[in-house]
């Protein structure tokens, strides 16, 4: 009898083991490819400096009117505002590749990230660009933010605008809600 039971607790061990250990391997294997996920994805995150670079590319695309980068760096559904009207993609790219701007140069400063999801990201900056558009000088300096969305591993632009910064004892002051 002790034996047999011997021998059943020893079959019983047997298969459970063995069970294990094949599972051991496939835990390993999903581990090993939920680690590759999560490295990428850490690596896929970006930082102030990641999205201070892709600001700059955006600047110099803008300054050498180079259609297809706008192509691929804005979302399908991006929003913009230029000159107080709200722009889409298409109009965005129409107008910073179909400018008559002279660049002489550009700069960021004050630059902050704030998550707002996984997938998704706010910069908010102060730009200074010296130039002129369309015989205009740029207003500078201005406060700027950009939302920016992961698609896939890389980050796209879904929004952006930016506003001068004026001293307010400059501003002409003019009357509000003013009834007679």
Not at 104 to 125: I, R
Request: hydrophobic share 40%; with cysteine; aromatic share 10%.
């Amino acid at each position: 009898m002790n034996r047999l039971f011997l021998l059943v607790l020893a079959a019983g061990s047997a298969v459970i083991f063995g069970g294990c250990g094949g599972a051991a391997e496939n835990s390993t294997l999903d581990n090993a490819v939920v680690a590759e996920k999560i490295e990428k994805a850490v690596a896929a995150a970006p930082t102030v400096n990641s999205l201070t670079a892709l600001e700059t590319k955006a600047y110099e695309a803008w300054k050498a009117k180079d259609e297809k980068f706008w192509e691929g760096f804005l979302t399908d559904n991006f929003v913009g505002y230029s000159d107080g009207k709200r722009t889409n993609k298409a109009e965005t790219i129409k107008i910073v590749t179909g400018n008559d701007c002279e660049f002489e140069s550009f700069s960021f400063s004050d630059q902050k990230m704030t998550p707002v999801g996984n997938d998704a990201v706010v910069l908010t900056f102060k730009s200074n660009t010296v130039g002129t558009c369309n015989g205009q000088k740029f207003p500078s300096p201005t406060r700027a933010s950009s939302l920016y969305v992961r698609n896939g591993d890389t980050w796209k632009a879904a929004y952006h605008n930016e506003v001068a910064i004026v001293d307010p004892k400059t501003v002409a002051k003019t009357p509000r809600n003013t009834q007679k």
